[in-house]
């Protein structure tokens, strides 16, 4: 691998293995590719026996054999009705069978990127999964239609330098040579070509990438007035972009030049050859109108057999750039043990652990502490002590550097996904809505909630009377990322998911800092009657949100420097009174 992204090489899988690897994923359409196979196989010996019958209906008509000819002209009638209904068939269920495999290479690429180390995808712009997941999937179900018709084309054409062999074999040779000589500097295209390509992807990610952020951050550039120089970055990345794609159209113009004059060229030795042969008696006039006629076919075969070199290169492309999330370790996935547990505690203990998010640069320090199950425990401190890593590295968004992370007594990296993210629910300070309906955004996550669980998870995130005064109710479309909804709305639904899952270890990352006091107190109070039924793990800058608090722990730099609840923290806490303090005097002033 290079290091530089815009010229990254990806992982090199033979033809072979991902073609295996593309079968795969259409197991459940094994009769649709048998009888797309059986088509294509009498597409081919259609293709093989027409361009003779056509030959010879030809010599017909130059020999004055008419009574002949009509019967030829049936049988080529019968053969070409054949035909038609043999590509029709083969089409139809080469497209069953691309489909299938679009669908489930598409499921299995989205079920791969969850699984990828937040890390690595912290690094990535969503261009690069965007791209791949969409349209290099397609890329690799198309490579099934487009051979479908190219090698059927393949055979006949191929069917018909048979029949020039039959005629002549001077000018069968001579198209030999021709032929050899075009497919040389087709190949050397196509190479030029896919290495362009290559550049071009990566590019291409990266436009998406920025478009999507453009598309997501749109309220934010124009707040920020921030038009011109965002505008400047697309302008830049998209001038890339296309300057790239005119480097390809380039190969292709230029190539195209030279490929089109050796082939006029070869058009001019062969009347050349065919002249002498004429002379000499070794070739009848008739017989070389029909080689004259074909001759476009028959360098057709070079065409296709380009076309067939790139489509397989391209396939080999997007194959590679998709079985790079799915089947390689370029990218890291996420590491989950196989112990299950069916019923969490909600006990949990960090004990010396150390992260950070780069390399020389650690957020925790040997942080350690232990937290009993059904308890409310809340973490103050200032911004960036480490707080919200904290809630990364339990609900397992981060692996630690060192140290252990342990629920029920149990190390975090032995139990499976479930156990640890089927029990922890995360409200953080800015939560991710779904471009879907508010009913949506809670199906998503629990396939089988009822209509009361949503209802009374809204009523108790204090949001069920603004659902019920929109016009379509639960059924409003809320837009990307909750545009439609103000900061403080979206928090309370997020807050409303989390009581849904009545998950037993509830964390909430700054969830009611865009709420109103009364708004505040009246998720506090919903809160404070969870008290005692699950663990509560809060983070707030507002100390009026923790005092009710079974405990409290001061993080700075790292590290947990007191713990106590609210009373005890006042008295042997100068920090935290200070802090206590310069909060009433803030209210006080308001």
Same mark, same amino acid.
């Given at each position: 691998?290079?290091?530089?992204?815009?010229?990254?090489?990806?992982?090199?899988?033979?033809?072979?293995?991902?073609?295996?690897?593309?079968?795969?994923?259409?197991?459940?359409?094994?009769?649709?590719?048998?009888?797309?196979?059986?088509?294509?196989?009498?597409?081919?010996?259609?293709?093989?026996?027409?361009?003779?019958?056509?030959?010879?209906?030809?010599?017909?008509?130059?020999?004055?054999?008419?009574?002949?000819?009509?019967?030829?002209?049936?049988?080529?009638?019968?053969?070409?009705?054949?035909?038609?209904?043999?590509?029709?068939?083969?089409?139809?269920?080469?497209?069953?069978?691309?489909?299938?495999?679009?669908?489930?290479?598409?499921?299995?690429?989205?079920?791969?990127?969850?699984?990828?180390?937040?890390?690595?995808?912290?690094?990535?712009?969503?261009?690069?999964?965007?791209?791949?997941?969409?349209?290099?999937?397609?890329?690799?179900?198309?490579?099934?239609?487009?051979?479908?018709?190219?090698?059927?084309?393949?055979?006949?054409?191929?069917?018909?330098?048979?029949?020039?062999?039959?005629?002549?074999?001077?000018?069968?040779?001579?198209?030999?040579?021709?032929?050899?000589?075009?497919?040389?500097?087709?190949?050397?295209?196509?190479?030029?070509?896919?290495?362009?390509?290559?550049?071009?992807?990566?590019?291409?990610?990266?436009?998406?990438?920025?478009?999507?952020?453009?598309?997501?951050?749109?309220?934010?550039?124009?707040?920020?007035?921030?038009?011109?120089?965002?505008?400047?970055?697309?302008?830049?990345?998209?001038?890339?972009?296309?300057?790239?794609?005119?480097?390809? $159209? %380039?190969?292709?113009?230029?190539?195209? !030049?030279?490929?089109?004059?050796?082939?006029? =060229?070869? #058009? @001019?030795? /062969?009347? +050349?050859?065919?002249?002498?042969?004429?002379?000499?008696?070794?070739?009848?006039?008739?017989?070389?109108?029909?080689?004259?006629?074909?001759? $476009? %076919?028959?360098?057709?075969?070079?065409? !296709?057999?380009?076309?067939?070199?790139?489509? =397989?290169? #391209? @396939?080999? /492309?997007? +194959?590679?750039?998709?079985?790079?999330?799915?089947?390689?370790?370029?990218?890291?996935?996420?590491?989950?043990?196989?112990?299950?547990?069916?019923?969490?505690?909600?006990?949990?203990?960090?004990?010396?652990?150390?992260?950070?998010?780069?390399?020389?640069?650690?957020? /925790?320090?040997?942080?350690?502490?232990?937290?009993?199950?059904?308890?409310?425990?809340?973490?103050?401190?200032?911004?960036?002590?480490?707080?919200?890593?904290?809630?990364?590295?339990?609900?397992?968004?981060?692996?630690?550097?060192?140290?252990?992370?342990?629920?029920?007594?149990?190390?975090?990296?032995?139990?499976?996904?479930?156990?640890?993210?089927?029990?922890?629910?995360?409200?953080?300070?800015?939560?991710?809505?779904?471009?879907?309906?508010?009913?949506?955004?809670?199906?998503?996550?629990?396939?089988?909630?009822?209509?009361?669980?949503?209802?009374?998870?809204?009523?108790?995130?204090?949001?069920?009377?603004?659902?019920?005064?929109?016009?379509?109710?639960?059924?409003?479309?809320?837009?990307?990322?909750?545009?439609?909804?103000?900061?403080?709305?979206?928090?309370?639904?997020?807050?409303?998911?989390?009581?849904?899952?009545?998950?037993?270890?509830?964390?909430?990352?700054?969830?009611?800092?865009?709420?109103?006091?009364?708004?505040?107190?009246?998720?506090?109070?919903?809160?404070?009657?969870?008290?005692?039924?699950?663990?509560?793990?809060?983070?707030?800058?507002?100390?009026?949100?923790?005092?009710?608090?079974?405990?409290?722990?001061?993080?700075?730099?790292?590290?947990?420097?007191?713990?106590?609840?609210?009373?005890?923290?006042?008295?042997?806490?100068?920090?935290?009174?200070?802090?206590?303090?310069?909060?009433?005097?803030?209210?006080?002033?308001?």
């Amino acid at each position: 691998m290079k290091k530089d992204d815009t010229n990254k090489e990806y992982k090199d899988y033979s033809l072979w293995h991902n073609i295996k690897l593309s079968f795969k994923y259409a197991k459940n359409r094994k009769k649709e590719f048998i009888l797309y196979f059986i088509f294509n196989i009498l597409l081919a010996l259609i293709g093989a026996v027409a361009p003779l019958l056509s030959a010879k209906q030809l010599l017909k008509i130059t020999d004055g054999l008419l009574n002949e000819l009509l019967i030829i002209s049936l049988v080529i009638l019968i053969v070409e009705l054949s035909r038609n209904l043999c590509h029709f068939f083969a089409r139809k269920y080469s497209q069953k069978f691309a489909a299938e495999v679009l669908k489930m290479i598409q499921i299995d690429v989205a079920n791969e990127v969850l699984k990828i180390e937040t890390s690595d995808l912290d690094k990535k712009s969503s261009g690069v999964f965007i791209d791949r997941l969409v349209k290099d999937t397609g890329r690799i179900a198309d490579i099934f239609l487009d051979l479908n018709m190219s090698i059927t084309d393949f055979i006949t054409n191929l069917g018909i330098l048979f029949a020039v062999f039959v005629i002549s074999k001077v000018l069968f040779m001579y198209y030999i040579i021709a032929i050899t000589i075009i497919f040389i500097l087709e190949k050397i295209r196509i190479q030029e070509y896919i290495k362009a390509d290559k550049i071009y992807r990566k590019h291409a990610e990266k436009t998406t990438g920025l478009v999507g952020e453009l598309v997501r951050g749109v309220r934010d550039v124009k707040v920020l007035n921030a038009t011109e120089p965002f505008m400047n970055k697309i302008s830049n990345d998209v001038t890339a972009l296309n300057d790239e794609r005119y480097r390809m $159209g %380039k190969t292709r113009r230029t190539y195209s !030049l030279v490929i089109g004059s050796i082939r006029d =060229i070869l #058009d @001019f030795t /062969l009347i +050349a050859i065919a002249y002498l042969l004429i002379t000499k008696g070794y070739l009848t006039i008739s017989n070389f109108v029909i080689v004259y006629m074909y001759r $476009g %076919k028959i360098f057709n075969l070079l065409t !296709l057999t380009s076309q067939v070199l790139e489509w =397989i290169k #391209d @396939f080999n /492309l997007s +194959a590679g750039r998709v079985f790079e999330i799915i089947d390689s370790n370029v990218f890291k996935k996420e590491k989950f043990g196989t112990k299950h547990i069916d019923d969490i505690n909600g006990d949990f203990e960090f004990k010396d652990v150390h992260f950070g998010y780069k390399d020389n640069h650690e957020v /925790l320090k040997g942080i350690s502490f232990k937290i009993k199950h059904n308890q409310t425990v809340s973490f103050v401190g200032k911004s960036g002590a480490g707080k919200s890593t904290i809630f990364s590295l339990l609900a397992k968004l981060y692996e630690p550097d060192s140290g252990t992370i342990s629920i029920n007594d149990i190390d975090i990296n032995e139990l499976d996904c479930d156990s640890v993210r089927g029990n922890i629910s995360i409200i953080t300070q800015n939560p991710y809505i779904f471009n879907l309906t508010i009913k949506e955004n809670f199906t998503i996550i629990k396939n089988n909630i009822t209509d009361d669980e949503i209802v009374e998870a809204c009523k108790s995130a204090k949001l069920h009377d603004f659902i019920m005064s929109l016009p379509n109710g639960y059924d409003t479309l809320v837009g990307e990322g909750g545009l439609t909804l103000s900061g403080g709305q979206r928090q309370r639904l997020a807050i409303a998911r989390a009581f849904a899952q009545k998950t037993k270890i509830i964390l909430f990352d700054e969830a009611t800092s865009a709420l109103d006091n009364e708004t505040q107190k009246g998720i506090q109070d919903a809160i404070n009657e969870m008290k005692n039924e699950y663990t509560i793990l809060i983070i707030a800058h507002r100390l009026s949100t923790v005092i009710n608090s079974d405990k409290i722990m001061m993080i700075d730099d790292g590290q947990v420097v007191a713990t106590g609840t609210h009373e005890e923290l006042l008295q042997n806490n100068k920090e935290y009174k200070k802090l206590y303090n310069m909060e009433l005097k803030k209210r006080d002033t308001q």
